[in-house]
Nanobody
Framework: VQLQASGGGVVQAGDSLRLSCTAS????????VGWFRQAPGKEREFVAS????????YYADSVKGRFAVSRDNAKNTVYLQMNSLKPSDTAVYSC?????????????????WGQGTLVTVSS
């Protein structure tokens, strides 16, 4: 199983960025996918998750209204659209998958992880 996050970069506050998470080696339409981030010197935190079909999503309060998660199961890809970015959004963003149908904000409840992509937001 492989998950690969991409799309990070350096942007200014207020800009937008779209991250992608592409998976292989698993039945993608049967896993819930979550996005997490880890800022320098801080613990990993939950950002958003999306159900198998994409029918339900869940967001951390800190990104609600600014970020949107979506998926294209035909392409084995989940997206994280990030708008109105703030310097506090600076972090390494990683995607993870879990076989359960239920949303979960705990990183240890996810079965598969990919390498992250760095997002830097300058003020």
């Amino acid at each position: 199983v492989q998950l690969q996050a991409s799309g990070g970069g350096v942007v200014q506050a207020g800009d937008s960025l779209r991250l992608s998470c592409t998976a292989s080696g698993l039945t993608f339409s049967s896993v819930l996918v979550g996005w997490f981030r880890q800022a320098p010197g801080k613990e990993r935190e939950f950002v958003a998750s999306i159900s198998w079909s994409g029918g339900t999503t869940y967001y951390a309060d800190s990104v609600k209204g600014r970020f949107a998660v979506s998926r294209d199961n035909a392409k084995n890809t989940v997206y994280l659209q990030m708008n109105s970015l703030k310097p506090s959004d600076t972090a390494v963003y990683s995607c993870a998958a879990r076989s359960s149908r239920w949303h979960n904000t705990r990183s240890d409840e996810y079965d598969y992880w990919g390498q992250g992509t760095l997002v830097t937001v300058s003020s």
